[in-house]
Every structure is written in structure tokens, then in C-alpha cells.
């Protein structure tokens, strides 16, 4: 029986200059075994360090339903910061809130694993702000992958971020987009993408704003695949 891994996955959105919910998407390597060359969110597997950095972190993530969910928050905040380089949802000690474009060493060695990050965040005084996060969602891989995860979905809206940038071998691309245009590229066979992160830009699509989308968004379990002609 395949292992069922804790997973999670931030979906960091903005108010387009169109008006449409812009999306922060990435390209999986086609190298990478699992669902390689897919259209996805930054995000990944759990790591012990998570459960330590939420328990220093403030608040839990609004929609939280499960003990494990600021841990998981935290996962998605930390493999975000590793694979593009941008730390979200801190705060200091005064209780400013910001978001952090990472210098190229410093996301570099945040990828190094272990207490990096944790050691990251206390020689300047922050910490995570898990109340800046949304629960939207908890997708199980089926059966049928040779590799499965149990994933939470976490919705964050980021701001003044400019450019997204890859780290290490498992993206190949990452990019802001009107989630709009990107479901209708991956509907038109385009582009491939998993049932969760075509629901997720569903409902994206279906908001007038991030604000709303921050304030509203749940997806709940998805219905059974329609089986193959």
C-alpha cells in the first residue's frame, strides 16, 4: 500500500489591472516523477520543522478545521519561500505584517532544510502570521498515483512581490496570471493540471475580487472522476 503524505499548497492571489483575480501558478520539471510538466501552486510535502515554527506563529489560518492545520499553513509558507523566493505572512514583534521578496542567498540556503527558516525568522525578530492565511480545501491523491499526498490548500493574497524565482530543479516555470486565462488554457488541453487546481481556479474565476475570494473561498470534496470512454 502506498504512504499517504501531509502535504499543503498556498495559492497567492492579487486584484489584476483588469479587474480579474491574477494567480500565482508554477510549472512542475518534466523531470519530477510525480505529475511531471503540471500546471500547479507552490507548495509540498510537511517537515518537523513546520509543527515548531507554528507553535511561535500568531493565529491560525481563518477556515482552519483540523490540529494540524497551522503546521500545514506553515508548510505551505516555507516550500513557497523555498521554490520562488518570497516569504508571506510574517510579522514582527510590533505587529507590522509584510510580505518579503528573499535575496538569491537567502533562498538559497533555505533550501538547505533543517531549522534554516526558523533560524531565518528569529535573527530578525518575526514570525509567521498564520491569520493572513485561508483554509480553502483538502484534496487526497487517488489511489491510482504511484505517489499520494493528503494536501491542504491555503489562499493568501500577496502584494508588492514583484517577480517570482526559481530555485533547484523541480519548477521549470512560475508566473503571475489572470486565473481566467489560465483555466481556459488548461480546459482547451493546452496545458495538464490536476482536479484540485482546476476546482481551485474555478472558484477564483467565480470572484469578483481578492478581498472576496479571502473572505469566501471553500471548495469542498470533489466528486468522483467521470470514468474513461
Known sequence: MTDI?????LVV???GANKDIEVLVVRRAKTMRFLPGFVAFPGGAADPSDAEMAKRAF????CAEDDDDPALAVTALRETAE???????VRDGEGTKMD????PDEQADLCKGGDALSAWLSARGLAFDLGLLRRIGRFVTPPTQPVRFDTRFFLCVG????????????LDAALWTPARDMLTRIQSGELPAVRPTIAVLKALVACPNAEIAMSTLSIG???PPAPRA
Open 100 to 103: 518579503t521578496p528573499l535575496a
Open 159 to 170: 502584494q508588492h512581490l514583484g517577480e517570482p524565482r526559481l530555485h533547484g530543479a523541480e
Open 13 to 15: 492571489i492579487r486584484d
Open 5 to 9: 503524505r501531509k502535504a499543503a499548497t
Open 221 to 223: 470534496p470533489l466528486p
Open 83 to 89: 521554490e520562488i523566493g518570497w516569504l508571506l505572512a
Open 59 to 62: 493565529g491560525r489560518p481563518v
